[in-house]
């Protein structure tokens, strides 16, 4: 199914309906109510987009927006709401999710951390709100770094603007207050700075190239796939792909972990539709936040070598925190 790319495409409206069950009898059916949940409707459609407790609380995709908008202004005072617009909208076909990115309009707020030589990797900041209907994502707002010659992106672990709520009348009321360490935000600037210089400090041979590319999106090659088979077909594609990928970024930048870095925000960003591809770019995205965070750490440790941080991450050492948190920590 067709993911959805556009904003107006997940500004349906939504409505709650009870939930009933049939339960046969001997003169037929009977309907019972299921007191303790209810169903979530796209109006438009009339399909179901997900069935949820009776405490959940709605948050339309327009109100997650419109709260965007205010965590924008929160995070950089020095704007104004119309100076926002939306730059990328995703969600599946179903529109039980959906991810959106609003970015500065201008360039004003530019991260202008690379020297006027190596430009344009002008690096800008941009916010991610994620709603869901269905219950299997909390609402959540991230800022996260854009590289705006190419729109590659990442989200930083930890980051200074990680609101997340899950949907329930408890957690969420009529409005959110965005509090927002603006002193972290400046050191959260310079330290992005300085993760790109030690990024292009690190030596990565050719041979390792394609093994960290690999290790840190976690893609791994299918278990028990059959030569002549559609998996097979796709990872042939997908090989070819990451191949291709990291061979122009390590001819452009050179044989360096920042290349790694530019190699794997592109893919992040712009996941090709494939079996072998697991993950969604919010996903994605995240892995290359918190490798970047971690790995500019590390390969500034005596004795670092790339071959041993290769075996690591084989052996299911480096980027598994973050697969694990996505796989238990964004149920609403």
């Not at 209810?38 to 179901?48: D, L």
């Not at 202004?73 to 730059?87: L, N, Y």
């Not at 709603?131 to 854009?146: C, E, M, P, T, V």
């Not at 360096?256 to 794997?264: C, E, G, K, R």
Request: charged residues 25%; glycine residues 8%; contains cysteine.
């Amino acid at each position: 199914m067709p993911r959805l790319t556009q904003i107006d495409e997940v500004l349906f409206p939504v409505k709650e309906h009870p939930v009933f069950v049939s339960v046969p009898t001997e003169s037929g059916e009977r309907r019972l109510s299921v007191p303790d949940k209810k169903a979530i409707v796209n109006k438009k459609t009339n399909r179901v987009l997900g069935v949820v407790s009776r405490g959940y609380r709605l948050v339309t995709n327009r109100e997650a927006l419109d709260w965007a908008y205010q965590c924008c202004q929160t995070a950089f005072p020095e704007t104004k709401p119309g100076e926002w617009e939306v730059k990328t909208t995703d969600a599946p076909g179903t529109g039980g999710h959906c991810f959106v990115d609003l970015v500065h309009n201008s360039a004003a707020l530019d991260f202008q951390f690379v020297p006027a030589k190596d430009r344009p990797d002008a690096f800008g900041p941009f916010i991610r709100v994620t709603n869901s209907y269905n219950g299997l994502r909390a609402l959540a707002f991230d800022i996260g770094f854009l590289r705006k010659v190419c729109k590659n992106g990442l989200i930083l672990p930890e980051s200074i603007i990680r609101f997340k709520f899950t949907h329930l009348q408890r957690d969420i009321g009529k409005e959110i207050n965005f509090e927002v360490a603006h002193e972290r935000l400046s050191k959260l600037r310079a330290s992005f700075s300085e993760y790109l210089g030690v990024l292009r400090d690190c030596k990565v041979t050719h041979q390792e190239f394609e093994p960290l590319f690999r290790g840190v999106l976690l893609i791994r090659k299918p278990k028990d796939m059959k030569p002549d088979g559609p998996i097979a077909s796709d990872w042939g594609v997908l090989s070819q792909h990451i191949s291709a990928l990291c061979s122009r970024y390590r001819n452009d930048l050179g044989e360096n972990a920042y290349a790694v870095f530019n190699a794997i925000t592109e893919f992040a960003s712009h996941p090709p539709e494939n079996r072998c591809v697991h993950r969604d770019r919010h996903s994605f995205q995240r892995l290359a936040g918190d490798w970047m965070s971690r790995f500019s750490q590390e390969c500034r440790q005596p004795g670092f070598a790339i071959s041993d941080y290769l075996a690591n991450l084989a052996k299911g050492k480096g980027n598994g925190k973050v697969a694990a948190d996505e796989a238990g920590g964004t149920r609403a």
